[in-house]
Each structure stands twice: as structure tokens, then as C-alpha cells.
């Protein structure tokens, strides 16, 4: 069965501390996978994709990277504004049908 | 340039009525999309397209129908409105091809009574 898990459910940090965000992923056929950031009431913003295992793609303060089972998005001195859920999400098989993770809740704290 | 734009944002219905989500997009894609979130379930797949004329089932289609008559609008229907259908509705969609990221939408929030 094809699944997406995300860890950890929620994290704190303090402004300028680094940290990173898994998502491990049991899929047949991985067409790509996806990292969404989602503020509260809105929907989700679209931040990388990531195709094969040993790629890399970075935006401002933000770096995701990809395995054959998981990828990291790692945050680098974080901001305040960077608070928000990101989702991890993997395309399958034919590539009609995403598979999400449940997401990271991040807070930085000033 | 719009994107993805659903309407209604928020409705509130009772057990057994029926309604209509709307979404429309202007990026000219084929694959459009339903999820619906909710807390502790991410975002799970309703009905998908990939193109007018063309529709299929996704993770969660019971109590749910929709059509696509054209390339911009991909209604999402229920027909008689359960509680377990309260939850937050996204429409989404994506170029042709096997491989692409999803552009979403802003989001219905549904409560049925």
C-alpha cells in the first residue's frame, strides 16, 4: 500500500535555529515527490519537487533532498514568517493519484 | 492570472441536502482534482480528471459526484449531505503528462449539521 509519513507532527524552534522535516514514502513506481507549505485557511503553496534519489533544490532557507525511502526539507535560521505546515506528497504509478502526508507543523519563535 | 478559484469559501448545510462546489481554473489544464482534509487525515483524494468528458474515482468517492464538461470547471456534487462530510475541500490541478506539481485552490469549508 502506498503511504506518506511525516515527522515530526509539530515543531518549535527558536528564530535562526536549524532544524529539518522527514518524510519517509512506500510507493510503487515514484513519479515525483512533492514538498507544499499551507497557512492557516489557505491552500497549499507548491515549494519543490524532487524526481529522483541524490537530487537537491533549495529556496531562500529552505532545502529539500531526496533517498530512495525519504526526504528532508531542511530550514536554515528560520524566520518568524517561515511558520506554517509543510506537506510532503508523492505521485504514483500512473501519475493521476498524489499521496499526502499528514504534514509538519512549525512555529518560530522571535 | 486567477489560478485555481473555488467558490463557495464556506457553507453550512443540513443532513440530506445537496450542493455544489465550484471550481474553475484559467492555466488551461487538463488534470483537475477534488481532496478534502481533515485533521490528523491529510489531504485525501475524492474524484480526479484528465481532461472534458473524463473522470475517475480517487481515495474517498462515496457520497460524491462530479463531471467535467469543460477544460476550466470541475464541480464537485453532493447529493445528500452527511456529517461525515464536513471538512475542508480543495480543488487542484496540473499540466498533462505523467509527472507534475499541483496548483490549489483556496479551499471550501463545509459543515453539515
Known amino acids: 500500500e502506498d503511504q506518506v509519513t511525516q515527522s515530526p507532527e509539530a515543531l518549535r524552534l527558536q528564530e535562526g535555529e536549524s532544524s529539518s522535516l522527514n518524510c519517509s514514502y512506500t510507493v510503487s513506481g515514484l513519479r515525483g515527490l512533492f514538498w507544499y507549505r499551507q497557512d492557516p485557511g489557505k491552500g497549499p503553496e507548491f515549494l519543490f519537487t524532487l524526481y529522483s534519489a541524490g537530487e537537491e533544490k533549495e529556496k531562500e532557507r529552505l532545502k529539500a533532498t531526496l533517498t530512495k525511502k525519504e526526504s528532508f526539507l531542511h530550514i536554515t535560521a528560520p524566520k518568524p514568517e517561515d511558520s506554517a505546515t509543510y506537506l510532503c506528497a508523492v505521485q504514483a504509478g500512473t501519475g493521476n493519484q498524489f499521496y499526502f502526508g499528514t504534514g509538519t507543523s512549525l512555529t518560530v519563535i522571535p | 492570472n486567477a489560478g485555481v478559484t473555488q467558490t463557495p469559501k464556506f457553507q453550512v448545510l443540513k443532513t440530506g441536502q445537496s450542493m455544489t462546489l465550484q471550481c474553475a481554473q484559467d492555466m488551461n489544464h487538463e488534470y483537475m482534482s477534488w481532496y478534502r482534509q481533515d485533521p490528523g487525515m491529510g489531504l485525501r483524494l475524492i474524484h480526479y480528471s484528465v481532461g472534458a468528458g473524463i473522470t475517475d474515482q480517487g481515495e474517498v468517492p462515496n457520497g460524491y459526484n462530479v463531471s467535467r464538461s469543460t477544460t476550466e470547471d470541475f464541480p464537485l456534487r453532493l447529493l445528500s449531505a452527511a456529517p461525515s462530510q464536513t471538512s475542508v475541500y480543495f480543488c487542484?490541478?496540473?499540466?498533462?503528462?505523467?509527472?507534475?506539481?499541483?496548483?490549489f485552490g483556496e479551499g471550501s469549508r463545509l459543515t453539515v449539521l
Open positions: 487542484a490541478s496540473r499540466i498533462a503528462g505523467v509527472s507534475g506539481e499541483l496548483f
